[in-house]
């Protein structure tokens, strides 16, 4: 009989051959005897204990091997869980993704801004490739900070993206061309925003164990909040103060608030230095729950904010009047503030990739049932609401997910593999549904189409990543 890892992560020579080799070990490319008892596969019944027992309990990286030891500070059972330190640290988090992810949720009001305005001489496509730089920027940076976090801590990388993302808003309030503003908004900013937002998602990560999906839930809720305020902010600005001014207040807003959150957002685990490797991020791809999980995150982040980007103009097109449509992305980010922090914390009770995957299909059911054949104020406004909380979770569950999967020491970079491989779908998304409204001569449908049918299929790779961990797909997991 050989040995084994048991769930509370001591060795155990108590199990049997049967237990050991679970069924589909082999035909999913688990090796025999596991080289890697950190990665879910490793647990084969993880889910028969409460949701907080994550593959980061297990003492060592090898069987035998080196690794911090049971009751060390690597250990779920030294997780905090709470106190002080850790919730001003959500505190900080939640100051990060307002100014961050907050602010690129708000990009549907710039695309009509320059549609109308600034750059009206442009196509709705080609604008569109600013706000989808933005978006892109903002996940590809994952990979280069996430290392970074991972070797040297959050806080310089958390000051140098502070001062990059304010510096870019500022040189977009002097912008005049378009070339201007596509390098300014659409790569500087969000280059800023990504050295905010991967520090502030790692960092919680290492407070919070058995309520961490809870803890994560409300730091994301700072982007809804913020894709509720700046919205509204730049709308009621710019006609009174103009749009350079109207950025120059957003950027002295964002300098405010990152000013507390370079105080508050540190780590409570030591950084673990080593030498840089791409193999360190194309290592996690050949685990084939992390592939599929990968896939998943890719067609739903391919359409899940095409609504953010298009529900404002598709309104006016109804026949919804300016001034009413102009909340409407207010009322999407003001529900995802609940999608945030709900889900969050149902995912800690019931399974972080059961609620992961309920409410993915919730986006695509309202999408293709709900705003595809709206014809009125109210269909359209009933839409952004149910949408907006159901979108909410993905953000706020994601992190979650991937440390469920993963070493927490390697966590920064392995959320960096999988968000850069988000970007791409950032970057395609948005044009797509730009093109797909040129070529049908104004009409959304294509739009919508498109945009459900993308996260229908994402919903799908979801469970067919959970169905990958030997298992687990019919726990709570």
Not at 226 to 237: K, R, W
Not at 335 to 362: E, H, T
Not at 420 to 445: C, K, M, Q, R, T
């Amino acid at each position: 009989m050989t040995q084994g890892y048991d769930t509370s992560g001591s060795l155990s020579s108590s199990r049997d051959d049967e237990k050991e080799s679970f069924p589909g070990k082999e035909q999913y490319g688990y090796p025999t005897p596991l080289k890697s008892p950190t990665e879910a596969n490793a647990l084969p019944d993880v889910a028969d204990e409460p949701q907080g027992r994550d593959v980061e309990r297990l003492p060592s990286q090898k069987p035998g091997g080196g690794g911090p030891p049971p009751g060390g500070m690597h250990d779920p059972s030294s997780f905090p869980d709470g106190g002080f330190k850790a919730w001003l640290c959500v505190v900080g988090g939640f100051l990060c993704l307002f100014c961050s992810f907050g602010w690129i949720n708000a990009i549907g009001v710039f695309q009509e801004y320059y549609q109308t305005d600034l750059l009206s001489n442009y196509s709705a496509s080609t604008i569109s490739w600013i706000v989808s730089l933005e978006t892109f920027f903002m996940f590809f940076g994952g990979p280069i900070f996430g290392k970074l976090y991972d070797n040297f801590g959050p806080r310089w990388i958390l000051l140098g993206g502070s001062l990059l993302h304010i510096f870019g808003l500022m040189m977009t309030s002097v912008s005049t061309e378009y070339y201007q503003v596509l390098l300014a908004q659409g790569i500087c900013s969000p280059i800023g925003a990504s050295a905010v937002f991967y520090p502030a998602m790692s960092t919680v990560v290492t407070w919070f164990h058995k309520r961490r999906a809870l803890a994560l839930g409300i730091m994301a809720s700072g982007s809804s909040l913020g894709g509720v305020i700046f919205p509204i902010l730049v709308q009621n600005l710019i006609p009174k103060i103009g749009f350079p001014w109207t950025m120059r207040v957003c950027g002295f807003i964002i300098l405010g608030l990152l000013t507390i959150s370079n105080l508050t957002v540190r780590s409570r685990l030591p950084p673990s230095p080593r030498p840089f490797s791409i193999t360190d991020f194309v290592k996690p791809l050949r685990e084939p729950a992390f592939v599929a999980l990968s896939l998943a995150a890719f067609f739903v982040f391919l359409g899940l904010f095409i609504p953010f980007n298009f529900i404002t103009l598709s309104a006016m097109s109804l026949g919804m009047s300016v001034n009413l449509s102009n909340y409407l992305l207010s009322i999407l980010n003001a529900a995802s503030i609940f999608g945030r922090i709900l889900p969050g914390w149902a995912a800690d009770k019931l399974g972080r990739f059961n609620v992961q995957i309920i409410m993915c299909a919730a986006c695509f059911v309202v999408d293709l049932a709900l705003w595809l054949p709206s014809r009125g104020d109210a269909p359209i406004i009933i839409f952004a609401i149910l949408y907006g909380f159901a979108s909410g979770a993905f953000v706020s569950v994601m992190p979650a997910i991937i440390a469920q999967i993963s070493d927490i020491r390697q966590i920064g970079t392995r959320s960096g593999t999988l968000f850069a491989v988000i970007s791409f779908a950032a970057l395609v998304g948005n044009p797509i549904g730009g093109a797909l409204l040129s070529e049908d001569d104004g009409s959304y449908w294509g739009l919508q189409v498109f945009a459900g049918v993308t996260v229908a299929v994402g919903t799908g790779m979801f469970v067919v990543s959970k169905a990958l961990i030997p298992g687990q797909f019919l726990k709570k997991f």
